[in-house]
T-cell receptor, first 113, second 111 residues
């Protein structure tokens, strides 16, 4: 079975500071990993995805994530936070044999001026 | 433009009154799925469909029904809604690529 753990349901950073959102997964087979962002009253937008190519994945809006198999992690980072980054972020895993996405519980990012 | 369209976007209903949330996609994808989103729980899969006339339960199927009579449509049916089904619902579709496409969501309140 696959599962996702996101550490920290709320993260607050200052504008211009580093953003680090943590995600650990468990999967018995090689996974596909995703980060989605949800702005208030909107649907989910794909930020980036890992599909067994490069371990460092670059996404939209300056975000990137690194797949670390030894740590079973896929943490999301952005060097400098912007006010517009305030949203909820979801990590998700999908295995090669199942198309269902399993989501973490989400992390709400606040950006302070 | 690739789209997953859900209707309605917002719905308030009373306990026990049957309702249907529609989902339609224009990408000719075989796989479609319904999720519910609740605070602190992320998104959980309700039902999914691998193809026309093929549906199966996800992680939280109790109180829901689905049907897949055509490839593009995958309605979610609540025969007798209860307050614990108050939630934000998302329809999603997956192609042969790895990426999922989500609808805009339906916010359901059952009073």
């Amino acid at each position: 079975a696959q599962s996702v753990t996101q550490l920290g349901s709320h993260v607050s950073v200052s504008e211009g500071a580093l953003v680090l959102l943590r995600c650990n997964y468990s999967s018995s087979v090689p996974p596909y990993l995703f980060w989605y962002v949800q702005y208030p009253n909107q649907g989910l937008q794909l930020l980036l995805k890992y599909t067994s190519a490069a371990t460092l994945v670059k996404g939209i809006n300056g975000f990137e994530a690194e797949f670390k198999k030894s740590e079973t992690s896929f943490h999301l980072t952005k060097p400098s936070a912007h006010m517009s980054d305030a949203a909820e972020y979801f990590c998700a895993v999908r295995t090669t044999c199942r198309r269902a996405l399993t989501f973490g519980s989400g992390t709400r990012l606040q950006v302070q001026p | 433009e690739a789209q997953v369209t859900q209707n309605p976007r917002y719905l308030i209903t009373v306990t026990g009154k049957k309702l249907t949330v529609t989902c339609s996609q224009n990408m000719n994808h075989e796989y479609m799925s319904w999720y519910r989103q609740d605070p602190g729980l992320g998104l959980r899969q309700i039902y999914y469909s691998m193809n026309v006339e093929v549906t199966d339960k996800g992680d939280v199927p109790e109180g829901y029904k689905v049907s897949r009579k055509e490839k593009r449509n995958f309605p979610l049916i609540l025969e007798s809604p209860s307050p614990n089904q108050t939630s934000l619902y998302f329809c999603a579709t997956f192609g042969t690529d790895t990426e999922a496409f989500f609808g805009q969501g339906t916010r359901l309140t059952v009073v």
